[in-house]
């Protein structure tokens, strides 16, 4: 045990920390540069809060698994309260519980083979869409991309009409997402500012719309073989306590898409930015596909072949993880890497930083999916990756996610080639998810 009460770490003044605080500071070279400079563990304060660092593999496994009852989620993620409800992200303790337990179920591997058909469906209309030559934001096709097939997957989208009314009223919300994730966000929730008004009027457009098909389900006892309908027959489970109002299964239904979609889209847009920037890497993947499909579509049986294809998504997720730091609020007294972080106290665990940690990642800025190779994932420790989080309150949908990366990277780069546009050096935006701090500009060339 050391002696002294807490690990090194920067001295932060007030106005630094209202900077932070603020997001006017950029919140994620300041972490990457106190890791840097203290190692393992850090500790820092801003104001009166004790904030800690922990970057290390084991320190990290310790938080989120044998110990992730002595935290709740960090303030960032209760504020998206606001139109997330009492979801599985934000939820805390024995709710959370029974929520993830009756959930489960729904993301079975057996549920997959009904979303093949979705993702292929819609991969095959973005390639209709696109034109040799086009240069396009990346970003916003994919966002738009995930937009669309998360209603379906959950919703059971009848009509174009009918998910683009859902998909408009959720990308006003996600435009909109860093201003419920400031230290202000109860404050200006209740201003009468036209950008809040404007995030209201969508929560509330988007709330009608899920209750009224939560409604239309309930009533008509139809299973539709989507997200909603097993969320509401988990839910109606006679012979349970499980049986809840339609604002929980609008809760669960709006976190998984909301989540699902805002993480899958920007995930696939940082994939293709990587392969415009290396042809080889390109051609390598354009190699498998030709292999293993030919000229067909891909399909949930592939995808064990497909291997390649994961390993480029999987090292997209390290260099850019839509998910980029954990902050967790300590509820107890917490004991790891000879110190005692007291309760009351901010751990912070980032994806991120861990993801470009050279111990474990030699070279950690280049773009290579060897990484991924099962003799070199045998090489490092089990949470010196971790995208998806992990433990007890790790992502539900991480093999969905896995699934849908591969088939829709799969689907998409059998027609197209993705070139780079000459631009400016890559700065981020670390917000709610990784974000550029510019357009993701790519053109396409058609492939024969």
């Known amino acids: 045990m050391s002696t002294n009460p807490y690990p090194p770490g920067p001295r932060v003044s ?16 300041f972490l990457m540069k106190v890791a840097g400079e203290y190692g393992d563990i850090a500790h820092f304060r801003i104001g009166p809060k004790h904030i800690f660092l922990l970057n290390h593999p084991d320190y990290i496994k310790n938080a989120l698994t044998s110990h992730y009852e002595s935290f709740v989620k960090g303030q960032q993620i209760r504020r998206t309260r606001h139109f997330l ?133 309930r009533e008509s006892c139809q299973d539709h073989g989507d997200l909603l309908s097993m969320l509401i027959a988990a839910f109606d489970e006679p012979g349970t306590d499980a049986q809840m109002d339609e604002l929980h299964v609008r809760d669960e239904a709006v976190t998984f898409f909301l989540a699902g979609s805002e993480t899958m889209g920007t995930g696939l847009a940082w994939t293709w930015f990587l392969l415009a920037q290396d042809q080889a890497v ?24 497909l291997r390649y294809t994961k390993m480029v998504f999987a090292e997209a997720l390290r260099l850019y993880p839509p998910a980029w730091v954990l902050a967790r609020y300590l509820i107890k007294d917490f004991e790891t890497g000879g110190y005692v972080l007291p309760a009351g106290s901010i751990v912070i665990l980032s994806q991120y930083l861990m993801h470009h940690d050279p111990r474990y990642f030699p070279d ?3 773009f290579d999916p060897q990484r991924w190779t099962p003799e070199a994932k045998g090489t490092r420790p089990q949470y010196s990756y971790f995208p998806f989080g992990g433990g007890p309150r790790g992502c539900l949908g991480e093999g969905l996610a896995w699934i849908q990366g591969t088939l829709l990277i799969a689907a998409i780069a059998q027609r197209w080639r993705m070139q780079a546009l000459p631009s400016l050096p890559m700065k981020l935006n670390p917000l709610i998810t990784l974000q550029p701090k510019r357009k993701l500009m790519l053109q396409l060339a058609k492939r024969s």
Request: glycine share 6%; aromatic share 6%.
């Open 364 to 366: 950690p800025s280049r």
């Open 14 to 29: 007030h106005l630094d920390g209202f900077l932070l605080a603020t997001r006017r500071r950029d919140i994620l070279n």
């Open 282 to 305: 390109q051609a390598e993947l354009h190699a498998e596909l030709d292999t293993v499909l030919g000229s067909r579509l891909p399909t949930l049986a592939d995808v064990a072949q």
């Open 85 to 217: 409800g009492e979801g599985l992200l934000t939820s805390e303790g024995e709710f959370h519980r029974r929520q993830r337990r009756l959930i489960q179920p729904a993301f079975h591997r057996h549920h997959f083979t009904a979303h093949e058909a979705v993702i292929m469906e819609y991969a095959e209309r973005l390639s209709e869409r696109w034109q040799h030559g086009l240069k396009l934001d990346v970003m916003r096709e994919m966002k738009r991309l995930m937009l669309t097939i998360t209603s379906k997957m959950i919703f059971g989208t009848k009509t174009d009409a009918e998910a683009d009314e859902i998909n408009e009223a959720v990308g006003l919300v996600i435009s909109q997402f860093q201003l419920f994730g400031s230290p202000l966000a109860n404050l200006l929730a209740k201003l009468p500012m036209s950008g809040a008004r404007r995030i209201r009027k969508a929560q509330d457009r988007l709330d009608r719309i899920v209750r009224r098909i939560i409604t239309e389900r």
